[in-house]
């Protein structure tokens, strides 16, 4: 914990008595009258068990004793790039594309001509004058 919180005597108090699973976790309670289950919700929020949690360790009370579940793990940061503009997001396949062809830009010189001189060909007649 980066800093020192001042917590309530409230919520000191409660760090003197063991919690129950109806503290911490969602309960499936059966009701007879209607014939059907549901859910009920934790006594503690997620918010209040790491309260707990934070007051424990700058009291020097081992979470564990008072049936805290463990703090989660931290999630690593994903990393996503800027969105950057279609012309910049673009440009490295461009680029590939204009050196492939670039490379291939002798044989097409070649064959323009070529068929150049067989337009050219055609049109001339074969009389002499």
Known sequence: MATHRVFSAK???KLKTPLTDAHVTPQLV????????YWRPPQLSLRQQNDLRKA??????DPMTLRLPAAPA???????????EKHERN?????????????????TIKAWKA????????????LPF
Do not use: D, H, W
């Open 11 to 13: 919520m000191l108090q």
């Open 56 to 61: 424990c360790l700058q009291e020097g009370v």
């Open 91 to 107: 440009r490295e396949e461009r680029q590939a594309t204009i050196r492939k062809n670039l490379e291939k830009m002798p044989l």
């Open 30 to 37: 059966f009701n007879e009258a209607k014939q059907k289950s």
């Open 74 to 84: 931290a999630k690593p940061l994903r990393y996503k790039p800027n969105k950057l």
């Open 115 to 126: 068929e150049k001189l067989k337009e050219l060909t055609k049109k001339k007649t074969s």
